[in-house]
């Protein structure tokens, strides 16, 4: 099974850094996602860690390090837009994705 | 981009009454589509892998016989929430995976269902 950890809140200004952690447990591993899900809304694709090290993309950037079972998702110069709810979640063998509870940012002007 | 678009986005019905869920792959075939539900402030939680022309396999503690799974082609499944009660009321979300694609899940709109 897997076991998927990550904060349940955060807050931070516009135009802040936050850093949003994730530790995972499993069984089985095929890459480390982070997705965005605003209220009443399905997740979106921001990211996707394979291979231990740094994926930059734009504002977005996510970090991964297998042998800790680790991994961040830094979100650059907030915006008030990127208030939402951000999902880790593994993928194992099977293509199956599991799920953190999600971490919920709340950015204030 | 990849699209996957699921059907109906919101639907109330009845206790006692079934409901069919849709989600097509738009532009792609979809090896496996995955069903998930997500309770109010909750994350995503599997409840099933569908492959195309064989049976679904179900996640620990979902009824098989209460969430039907059809995936009739390499671009449609459905789930049918049979004789749903007010606790089936939750947020479905699918997701597809392109025939040997290793890419991230593409995800539906999802579908809001109240039973009443």
């Known amino acids: 099974g897997q076991n998927i950890d990550q904060p349940t809140e955060m807050t931070a200004t516009e135009g802040a850094i936050v850093q949003i952690n994730c530790t995972y447990q499993?069984?089985?591993?095929?890459?480390l996602f982070w997705y965005q899900q605003h209220a009443g809304e399905a997740p979106t694709f921001l990211s996707y860690?394979?291979?231990?090290g740094l994926e930059e993309k734009g504002r977005f950037s996510s970090f991964l390090s297998r042998s800790k079972g680790y991994s961040y998702l830094l979100l650059k110069e907030l915006q008030m837009k990127d208030s939402a709810s951000y999902l880790c979640?593994?993928?194992?063998?099977?293509?199956?994705?599991?799920f953190g509870a999600g971490t919920t940012v709340t950015v204030r002007a | 981009g990849a699209v996957v678009s699921q059907h109906p986005s919101r639907v109330i019905c009845k206790s006692g009454t079934s409901v069919k869920i849709e989600c097509r792959s738009l532009?792609?075939?979809?090896?496996?589509m995955f069903w998930y539900r997500q309770f109010p402030k909750q994350s995503l939680m599997l409840m099933a892998t569908?492959?195309?022309?064989?049976?679904?396999?179900?996640e620990q503690g979902v009824e098989k016989d209460k969430f039907l799974i059809n995936h009739a082609s390499l671009t449609l499944s459905t789930l049918t929430v049979t004789s749903a009660h007010p606790e089936d009321s939750s947020f479905y979300i699918c997701?597809?995976?392109?025939?040997?694609?290793?890419?991230?899940?593409?995800f539906g709109n999802g579908t809001r269902l109240t039973v009443t």
């Open positions: 997701s597809a995976r392109e025939v040997g694609g290793s890419s991230p899940l593409h």
């Open positions: 499993t069984s089985g591993f095929n890459g």
């Open positions: 860690n394979v291979l231990d």
């Open positions: 979640a593994v993928r194992d063998g099977d293509y199956k994705l599991s």
């Open positions: 532009d792609f075939q979809a090896t496996t």
């Open positions: 569908s492959n195309e022309g064989s049976k679904a396999t179900y």
